[in-house]
């Protein structure tokens, strides 16, 4: 009667555990598991994926979007590793988002980039180097003041062929010259180039991105609440510089509305968006969050119609 009981006992076991692990059930838990997934995760997990993508200028998104994240060894070791990229517009990328983020423990990598086949990662990685005290690429500063070498061979001579033909609008090209000369607005040039284009498109939008941008500093409750209305601006390029503000702001109650940008059909708004989370996520740890909160946002706003 033991032994059968035993055997009885040992049947059910086995089909319940059949029946736990049935695709439904495995559906279930995955399910599960990404409803409770934090929102700090989940922009790691965006960062990570996109970091990693076989489009460069994916990787060049999310490395772009790093260069917010200020303090994070993981971010760092990211950027870092996209100093040996393949793609020359990705290596510029992280030297740039390395200069931006401030670690000195960044010094030996960008030492590294000094050598760079590129010009412009070289330049952009004495840039870097400067901006951390370090004047190990002074050489290369040296060269290109004195016209021994230029930061514009190659890809920045193609960049402003391919302006010029595509553009045709003189505004368009002095744009191009306002964002490089201000690189932390819109990264290296390379994107200026993407979002000078997107420009064109919506005459408006170039004032937006820049107030979007600078309001990140500012703590007035009515540019909250703009900034998380310009999350659903009919351009990227503005949508972009929003997350990156409220990234800035400190009011972890705009999380959720970051979370939706996690979405986004643009990588450059997507990895931005998932680069505020982070960032936030850090101030409510270290006690430097605010938890102020505004109202709802409209769900679409396209200023560029009402232009």
Not at 120 to 146: C, I, P, T, Y
Request: with cysteine; aromatic share 4%; net charge neutral.
């Amino acid at each position: 009667m033991q032994t059968t009981a035993l055997r009885s006992a040992a049947l059910v076991a086995v089909v319940s555990a059949a029946i736990l692990s049935s695709p439904a059930e495995e559906r279930r838990n995955v399910a599960l598991g990404a409803a409770t997934e934090t929102p700090q995760a989940r922009a790691w997990q965006v960062l990570t994926e996109q970091s990693q993508n076989k489009s460069s200028t994916r990787r060049q998104a999310a490395v772009t979007s790093l260069s917010t994240i200020k303090l994070s060894p993981k971010a760092r070791k990211m950027a870092e590793r996209a100093l040996t990229d393949e793609d020359a517009s990705v290596r510029e990328t992280a030297a740039f988002a390395l200069g931006q983020m401030g670690s000195k423990q960044a010094i030996a990598a960008l030492r590294k980039a000094l050598e760079d086949d590129s010009s412009l990662v070289r330049f952009e990685a004495a840039k870097a180097l400067w901006s951390l005290g370090d004047h190990s690429g002074r050489s290369v500063l040296l060269n290109v003041l004195e016209g021994k070498t230029s930061p514009s061979d190659g890809t920045f001579h193609t960049g402003l062929e391919y302006a010029n033909k595509k553009l045709h609008d003189p505004k368009g090209l002095a744009w191009i010259g306002v964002t490089r000369a201000s690189s932390a607005f819109l990264g290296p040039f390379s994107l200026g180039l993407v979002a000078a284009e997107q420009f064109t498109k919506d005459k408006s939008a170039p004032a937006r991105a820049v107030s979007a941008s600078l309001l990140g500093a500012d703590s007035d409750p009515e540019s909250l609440r703009d900034l998380q209305d310009s999350l659903h601006d009919s351009n990227w390029v503005v949508r972009r510089e929003a997350a990156k503000a409220l990234g800035q702001r400190g009011c972890q109650s705009t999380i959720s509305d970051l979370q939706q940008l996690l979405e986004d059909h643009n990588e450059e708004v997507k990895c931005m968006a998932a680069a505020a989370i982070i960032n936030l996520n850090s101030q409510v740890a270290s006690g430097k969050a605010h938890p102020t909160s505004a109202p709802p946002i409209p769900e679409t706003v396209d200023r560029a119609s009402t232009q």
